[in-house]
């Protein structure tokens, strides 16, 4: 967005914009932004937060009126929108120690699937929607299709393996919307980020991600160690456990 805000005042046209990574902002040096420290995917906070949300498109608006010469990058003046805590985590199995082969992998997984399966079906009803789906997978299928992965690159030819990546992809994002959405059952929504390192910290999922980054780092094809590698695990929570 910084790039295009040069082009458009190139042509006359005033821009100012909403940053969520300063340091990218710094660089790119748009004519106008309002760094926010709020979570990426929320620039005006948190959602429901009207009042909050109203005055962040002011205060990012305003900037237009501020005299030259630019660039202008002011920081939000506000502490983030605290969300409601009322919320207990679900009960499970998980014990926290780490499986030794993908059977015993499959098996944690199965038993994470089975105590939060009834939360997200009813979850599911009240909502009408769900994110799960992309793999083609139920979420009862998933642990045993992704538990093979614990050892390695499955075995098969170079257009199978790029699909087993590419399904392994949409498999992990399948397995932490599931959990995710079974863990806020809309009773009182948890913050976001207190969601998700309970997914990192507290369930055989997160674990599993975890290591699953580990086995396909080594493995020889480029697609799954690019899997492995960028598009299982957050670099939040790699920078939380670093």
């Known amino acids: 967005m910084g790039g295009l805000g040069h082009y458009l005042e190139a042509e006359g046209i005033a821009t100012t914009s909403i940053s969520l990574i300063r340091l990218h902002t710094e660089k790119s040096r748009p004519p106008r932004a309002l760094w926010v420290p709020f979570e990426l995917g929320r620039p005006l906070g948190n959602p429901d937060d009207a009042e909050t949300r109203l005055r962040v498109l002011r205060h990012a608006l305003g900037l237009l009126e501020r005299p030259g010469p630019g660039p202008i990058l002011e920081d939000w003046p506000e502490e983030q929108p605290s969300e409601a805590m009322d919320w207990s985590p679900p009960a499970l199995p998980w014990s926290g120690n780490a499986p030794a082969d993908p059977a015993a992998w499959q098996a944690a997984l199965q038993a994470d699937i089975d105590a939060l399966l009834p939360r997200w079906t009813a979850r599911r009803t009240a909502f009408g929607r769900t994110t ?22 499955p075995q098969g030819g170079v257009s199978d393996l790029k699909q087993a990546a590419q399904t392994l992809r949409y498999a992990a994002d399948d397995l932490k919307a599931f959990h995710l959405e079974a863990a806020d059952d809309g009773a009182a929504a948890p913050p976001s980020t207190v969601l998700a390192n309970w997914f990192w910290d507290a369930t055989a999922a997160g ?22 590698a960028g598009m299982l695990v957050p670099g939040t929570q790699l920078a939380r456990r670093s």
């Open 132 to 153: 799960v789906g992309l793999s083609g997978l139920s979420p009862e299928k998933l642990p045993a299709f992704m538990a093979p992965f614990a050892a390695g690159a």
């Open 207 to 228: 674990a599993f991600l975890l290591h699953l980054r580990e086995v396909l780092g080594s493995v020889e094809h480029p697609r799954l160690r690019t899997v492995g």
